[in-house]
């Protein structure tokens, strides 16, 4: 075999494989969706029903015209939205300024606080679930949309510090000291030359921080007593019950769901590549 033909080979290879995972990625999207469109005797089938012949919109009807729990789904859609996007502002502000005080600054305890960071990352949610249910209803957060932006804000923290810190670490410190020297201040030279130079960071640590709020379950049903504050995973567990499942249901209810987030990306992946030299180029 010439290495012409190897070569090609191997690329025909690589191009499957990647073919096969993104296909093992996408059809439960698909699934997903296919099924929030297909009549109820085509979802409790045995057969495999790739496609829905009998396309209907009821599922996706009933959901919007009766709602959850005597409420509309828009309302557990804008309390997700409040909690995700206050997560990604608060935690995004956070993260940008502990993480150039890392990179940035020699103190003592740097190198602790890292390793406390990742011990932190590593500790089930679960495990803090008494202790932050204890401490929200002291600081009289108990039922409160804040008190679901707090724990989320504490639980997307750590990660987002430790992927800003290595994006400020290759910022090379010659350009802020170029722009010292021209007579920019210190504020100016955050906002004019390190930030957006770790956009793409910034961007995506909210796409991690904004996924994690939006999908979180047990934090939002425990502090939560009234249905009102739910969020829609949290609407979504209601159409399981001790008689059956409503699967068209949850599949629209879902699919609604999955949209923002799909949104929301595509409003902030230019910002990844723009950010990458925006920072660097000299008016």
Do not use: C
Not at 57 to 69: Q, Y
Not at 73 to 95: E, H, K, P
């Amino acid at each position: 075999m010439t290495p012409f033909a190897r070569k090609r080979l191997t690329r025909i290879a690589l191009n499957a494989a990647g073919l096969l995972v993104f296909l093992f990625a996408v059809f439960p999207v698909y699934w997903m969706v296919s099924t929030s469109f297909k009549a109820n005797d085509q979802i409790f089938t045995t057969d495999f029903i790739p496609f829905p012949t009998h396309f209907t919109v009821e599922h996706v009807d009933r959901v919007l015209s009766e709602g959850v729990a005597g409420n509309s789904i828009w309302l557990y859609m804008r309390n997700s939205a409040i909690v995700a996007l206050g997560t990604v502002l608060i935690g995004a502000a956070l993260a940008l300024l502990a993480a150039t005080a890392i990179a940035r600054f020699t103190f003592r305890g740097r190198t602790s606080f890292l390793i406390l960071l990742l011990i932190v990352q590593m500790i089930p949610a679960e495990a803090l679930l008494i202790p932050l249910f204890l401490n929200v209803k002291r600081l009289g957060l108990y039922d409160q949309l804040l008190g679901l932006i707090v724990i989320n804000v504490g639980l997307t923290l750590p990660f987002g510090i430790w992927m800003l810190r290595t994006f400020v670490a290759a910022v090379p410190k010659s350009l802020e000291e170029a722009a010292w020297i021209d007579g920019a201040s210190r504020m100016t030279t955050f906002w004019r030359v390190l930030f957006p130079l770790v956009a793409p960071g910034l961007v995506a640590t909210s796409i991690f921080s904004f996924i994690t709020a939006w999908n979180e379950l047990i934090f939002a049903l425990i502090l939560m007593s009234d249905s009102s504050g739910y969020t829609m995973p949290v609407a979504l567990q209601f159409f399981f019950g001790q008689r059956g499942t409503d699967w068209g249901a949850i599949m629209a209810g879902s699919t609604m769901m999955t949209i923002p987030v799909v949104v929301f990306f595509l409003l902030v992946q230019r910002r990844m590549v723009s950010g990458l030299v925006a920072g660097a180029v000299k008016g």
